[in-house]
Nanobody, 127 residues
Framework: QVQLVESGGGFVQPGGSLRLSCVSS????????IGWFRQAPGKEREGVSC?????????YYANSVKGRFTISRDIAKNAVYLQMNRLALEDPAVYYC???????????????????WGQGPLVNVSS
């Protein structure tokens, strides 16, 4: 069974840090495109940071998180992480790990073929 299980959400003050974890079962995290997405109340879901596992093997970041967030993976643990530093008041959202079990991503957006979503931990930033 293909599944993504996330952990690591919580509450921080502006400027704080959190790390989200996403453990995959049913496929290897270096086998398909995989990434982090978020949805704030009243807003559309958006891409945050993604791994493209096609032949180019690129990583992508939304402009709003570049320099603050870092995506990484541990193939031995079959896990993908999102280290979030200098969290800001515009970052609160439900954060999802997701994949479409494909190898065609050329950026980090909510592709219509994405069908495998994690449960979405909440990240809250408030002073």
């Amino acid at each position: 069974q293909v599944q993504l299980v996330e952990s690591g959400g919580g509450f921080v003050q502006p400027g704080g840090s959190l790390r989200l974890s996403c453990v995959s079962s049913g496929f290897r995290v270096d086998e398909y495109d995989i990434g982090w997405f978020r949805q704030a109340p009243g807003k559309e879901r958006e891409g945050v940071s993604c791994f493209s596992n096609n032949k180019d093997g690129n990583t992508y970041y939304a402009n709003s998180v570049k320099g603050r967030f870092t995506i990484s993976r541990d193939i031995a643990k079959n896990a993908v992480y999102l280290q979030m530093n200098r969290l800001a008041l515009e970052d609160p959202a439900v954060y999802y790990c997701a994949t479409d079990l494909g190898q065609s991503w050329s950026d980090c957006q909510v592709y219509p073929d994405i069908e495998i979503w994690g449960q979405g931990p909440l990240v809250n930033v408030s002073s």
